[in-house]
């Protein structure tokens, strides 16, 4: 069992920034795949970023492209999503997501190949 617990999110203005950190349970956080999926009220979720477990290389979705980041602590068995230009339209309850020692190949913008899930963390983003 793999715990996740994401924090940073709040209530923000359009053009704003924020730090969301998501710190894992996980004995072995360095083997796992991390990512960050959104939900917004009536929406499916939808994926946002992911960094792969062993050589550190990210993917993002094409509406946060150029404007948010993710990275990871291994030290500290966290991962971040740093999120800059916020826009309304980002407003959703962020989850971070554990993926165990992705291939290549693995589709990792879709929520089956990740083993674990945070609570989430409401983001808002007001215009």
């Known amino acids: 069992q793999v715990q996740l617990l994401e924090s940073g999110g709040g209530l923000v203005q359009a053009g704003a920034s924020l730090r969301l950190s998501c710190l894992a349970s996980?004995?072995?956080?360095?083997?796992?795949?991390m990512g960050w999926f959104r939900q917004a009220p009536g929406k499916e979720r939808e994926f946002v970023s992911a960094i792969i477990w062993s050589n550190g290389n990210t993917n993002y979705a094409d509406s946060v492209k150029g404007r948010f980041t993710i990275s990871r602590d291994n030290a500290k068995n966290t991962v971040f999503l740093q999120m800059n230009s916020l826009k309304p339209e980002d407003t959703a309850v962020y989850y971070c997501a554990a993926a165990w020692r992705t291939f290549m190949g693995a589709r990792l913008s879709d929520t089956s190949e990740y083993d674990y899930w945070g609570q989430g963390t409401q983001v808002t983003v007001s215009s």
């Open positions: 996980a004995r072995t956080f360095s083997s796992y795949t």
